[in-house]
């Protein structure tokens, strides 16, 4: 297993923290070499130092300047996300448009800047990040449960065009893992339903699920690292749900 990614390149958006740190950190253990992709550059380059990788400081919202990118990478981690709780009545129109613009638009640009060279090359690894969101909806998400289900399908279709190339294009799909974005939500939660954190973990993050704790980032790079590896290579179009038995019911 270590060494499997030897003389790999990969490119992980979202890199500097949670489960796109996790996600680099794996992907160098196994030998690629890895560009830290984040808007927060010390994060990108802090991480690049430690895992002998690069660090690209990037922010992604500007979605113009991804345009013209080329980009010459083997394997691309969709990871970049954030998170908003509010009812549809009271979402902010320009917050729901920048996290479609975070989590889809630049998804499909990244996509379409490295398709041409792992077309050129015959081998390409695209994972994205999904959530169980992209698969099930929850109230209070709507621009987050919207651009999930947009990713899955995005990823479906570059598995459809990229499979004669050797390109696979897969979905992973976590519950609650255990990063800032989940204990910000924690947060979120406790004060919309006038309840402690402990309890909201308890009955409303984990009530669907039937292992009741948060996922650790490694968990999710593993299978990560798993989908950019040569035995993957008939895993195309499909979504790996990781979140303890929720989508289950």
Known sequence: MRGELSGRTALVTGGGAGIGAACARELATRGAFVTVADVDGDAAGALADEIGGAAWVVDLLEVGALEELRLETDI????????????????????????????????FLLVRAALPGMYERGFGRIVNISSVHGIRASP???AYVTAKHALEGLSKVTALEGG??????????????????????????AAAHGIGEQEVLEKVLLTESAIKRLIEPAEVASLVAW????????????????????SAR
């Not at 981690?77 to 630049?106: H, K, W, Y």
């Not at 004669?164 to 939660?189: E, F, M, W």
């Open 76 to 107: 691309l981690v969709n990871n970049a996300g954030v998170q908003t709780i509010s009812p549809i009545e009271d979402f902010a129109p320009a917050r729901f448009r920048r996290m479609l613009a975070l989590m889809v638009e630049a998804p």
């Open 140 to 142: 209070y998400k709507s």
């Open 164 to 189: 004669p190339h050797g390109v696979t294009s897969n979905c992973v799909n976590p519950g609650y893992v255990r990063t800032a974005l989940v204990d910000k939500q924690i947060a979120d939660q």
């Open 227 to 246: 989908l950019s590896s040569d035995t993957a290579g008939m895993v195309t179009g499909a979504s790996y749900v990781m979140d303890g038995g929720w």
